[in-house]
């Protein structure tokens, strides 16, 4: 199984990207997807996460209002819409598969390669 994200680039603050996830090997319509983040020297972070069906969602405090998750299952694609990027939104992001309604990195079972935001001043 893999995930392969794409999306990522450099914008200047205050612009939008959008991340796309597509799983490939296996189909995970029924599956949390999260994505994550993490900065050189920082841990791996929570950003948001989507339920199967796509009507749940939830956001890391520090993007609420400014991202958005979501899902079309039938192309089996999760996607982040970041609007109001601020410098400090700069990091590798990642996005992976769990089956528990988690936003523990620890407990997602799958990953993607990463695709590095790069949001300058």
């Known amino acids: 199984v893999q995930l392969q994200a794409s999306g990522g680039g450099l914008v200047q603050a205050g612009g939008s990207l959008r991340l796309s996830c597509a799983p490939s090997?296996?189909?995970?319509?029924?599956?949390?997807m999260g994505w994550f983040r993490q900065a050189p020297g920082k841990e791996r972070e929570f950003v948001a996460r989507?339920?199967?069906?796509?009507?749940?969602?939830d956001y890391a405090d520090f993007v609420k209002g400014r991202f958005t998750i979501s899902r079309d299952n039938a192309k089996n694609t999760v996607y982040l819409q970041m609007n109001s990027l601020k410098p400090e939104d700069t990091a590798v992001y990642y996005c992976?598969?769990?089956?528990?309604?988690?936003?523990?990195?620890?407990?997602?079972?799958?990953w993607g390669q990463g695709t590095q935001v790069t949001v300058s001043s």
């Open positions: 992976a598969v769990t089956r528990r309604w988690s936003s523990v990195p620890n407990e997602y079972e799958y």
């Open positions: 090997g296996r189909t995970f319509s029924g599956y949390v």
């Open positions: 989507i339920n199967g069906p796509g009507g749940v969602t």
